[in-house]
């Protein structure tokens, strides 16, 4: 060690000898006495946080190396013979190891955030109401808890909206999203259910099965014209009406639909034309 002899001498000839000693003795090759000297401590370890935000739940456990016989100082405080310290708040810290002689190696860690989600239980629940069978009426309102600040979403395709409220559903299943303010998530399944048949389109169905379906059913309808799906029935009513009631062209080939049968259909389309009337 050139330079501590160096820096020794120099030190000296300004009159601080008793400093240039001590200094010399710890670090200098020139000083076989100090029982410091070829040793490196090295400090080490593992970081843990457990806890959300703002919470004293990380912990530091260290261990040192290059020597034996250590104790541990966090931050400058006192030593003690574990390695670990816990309860400690998100920052930097430092940890010096000791061995008997007092030769010291310190390391520097970094305790993390813990988990925002941590000890949360965010539970969801849903006020639905059923949709057209052949629309879009549904609706979902959502209610989370557990924490603040929420934001919703339908499925994962979805996008995060502050309203809870979710309308213009069809009757289908989906998966509910709620996140709080720090992203934790919770995700609960429901069914927007079909509302029932009403029974003029019972009425209505019963007609077209009987008349309408030797041509307009099965796997290869005529024309490519099925009405074997309810939703078929109320997507092409006008022209049914049309075909049926106003012209009488079909049945394709007759016999033309009696009043009562034209009134199962007016009756239908006159109270709205939807699977529920
Ligand atoms: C014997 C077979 C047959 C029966 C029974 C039949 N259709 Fe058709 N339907 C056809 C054919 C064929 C067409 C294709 C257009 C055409 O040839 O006039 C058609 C077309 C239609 C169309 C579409 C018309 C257009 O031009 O857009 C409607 C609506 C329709 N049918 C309603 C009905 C209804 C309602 C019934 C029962 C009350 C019925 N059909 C019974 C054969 C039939």
């Known amino acids: 060690m050139l330079t501590a002899i160096l820096r020794c001498r120099r030190i000296s000839f300004v009159g601080l000898t008793l400093l240039c000693f001590l200094s010399c003795s710890k670090s200098g090759t020139d000083n076989p006495g100090n029982p410091c000297e070829g040793i490196t401590i090295a400090v080490n370890g593992t970081v843990t946080n457990t806890g959300g935000p703002g919470s004293a739940t990380g912990s530091i456990t260290a261990t040192a190396s290059g020597s034996s016989g250590f104790t541990f100082s966090l931050n400058n405080g006192p030593f003690q013979a574990s390695g ?6 998100a920052g930097a810290y430092t940890i010096r190891a000791k061995n008997g002689d007092g030769c010291m190696g310190s390391g520097s860690f970094t305790v993390a955030d813990g988990d925002p989600c941590a000890g949360k239980t965010i539970t969801v629940t849903a006020d639905i109401g059923s949709s057209e069978k052949c629309g879009k009426t549904g609706t979902i309102t959502v209610t989370a808890s557990g924490s603040t600040g929420f934001m919703y979403r339908l499925n994962a395709s979805g996008t995060y909206q502050a309203a809870n409220t979710f309308t213009q559903l069809e009757a289908d299943n989906y998966t509910i999203y709620a996140k709080d303010a720090a992203g934790c998530e919770t995700t609960k399944q429901v069914t927007v259910p079909a509302v029932a048949n009403g029974p003029l389109f019972t009425a209505v169905v019963t007609l077209i099965n009987s008349k309408c379906s030797g041509c307009h059913t099965g796997s290869n309808p005529t024309s490519g014209i099925s009405f074997a799906a309810d939703c078929a ?9 049309t075909q049926a009631v106003d012209l009488g062209t079909m049945p394709k080939g007759g016999p033309a639909l009696g009043a009562s049968d034209k009134k199962i259909i007016t009756d239908w389309i006159a109270a709205g034309g939807r699977a529920s009337d």
């Open 84 to 89: 670990t310290f816990s309860n400690l708040v």
């Open 233 to 241: 029935i109320v997507e092409k009513k006008n022209n049914i009406k």
